[in-house]
T-cell receptor, first 112, second 115 residues
């Protein structure tokens, strides 16, 4: 079955530290890949997406993600985390079924 | 301002009392969808619609109904709510009519409690 795995339920980092959130997918071909962010009490907002081409994609708020076909991964990164980045982050894929499948999310906590 | 509007934002109800959560978008989007969010389960799709009068089941449609009589509106209906439908619900829309290859725009969510 097609699936998206975010192995880290909760991550805590200090402000200014680098961040990497992991995402792995299970699908035969390369799906469309997305990262969404959900701030407390809000809906989800698109951070970035990958369809094809350059495997390193830039998004909003200083985030980037790298698609690695050999590892079926699409990890999200940020070189220096700000306190306002505290939120829940969702990886999502659109496989051949064309309906978005979300991962279970990673909650990011940022300490000053 | 481009937005997806859900109402009510918060609702406490009792088992069996029919309720409707409304969703409206002002972006002329073809595609609309409902999700529920539960701790540890992420977002799961309930129903989606690729155009007016075209709806289809998502992963967890049991106990829910939807309709798409107008392009901008996509209400979620719980005919006989049960406690296992206590959840946070999100409506979303997308310009893409062929799927969700484009960006999904989300409402702010509706927190429903069924006693």
């Amino acid at each position: 079955a097609q699936s998206v795995t975010q192995p880290d339920i909760h991550i805590t980092v200090s402000e200014g530290a680098s961040l990497e959130l992991r995402c792995n997918y299970s699908y035969g071909a390369t799906p469309y890949l997305f990262w969404y962010v959900q701030s407390p009490g809000q809906g989800l907002q698109l951070l970035l997406k990958y369809f094809s081409g350059d495997t390193l994609v830039q998004g909003i708020k200083g985030f980037e993600a790298e698609f690695k076909r050999s590892q079926s991964s699409f990890n999200l990164r940020k070189p220096s985390v700000h306190w306002s980045d505290a939120a829940e982050y969702f990886c999502a894929v659109v496989p051949g079924s064309r309906q978005l499948i979300f991962g279970t999310g990673t909650r990011l906590q940022v300490f000053p | 301002e481009a937005q997806v509007t859900q109402n009510p934002r918060y609702l406490i109800t009792v088992t069996g009392k029919k309720l409707t959560v409304t969703c409206s978008q002002n972006m002329n989007h073809e595609y609309m969808s409902w999700y529920r969010q539960d701790p540890g389960l992420g977002l799961r799709q309930i129903y989606y619609s690729m155009n007016v009068e075209v709806t289809d089941k998502g992963d967890v449609p049991e106990g829910y109904k939807v309709s798409r009589k107008e392009k901008r509106n996509f209400p979620l209906i719980l005919e006989s709510p049960s406690p296992n439908q206590t959840s946070l619900y999100f409506c979303a829309s997308s310009l893409s009519a062929t799927g969700v290859a484009g960006e999904l725009f989300f409402g702010e969510g509706s927190r429903l409690t069924v006693l």
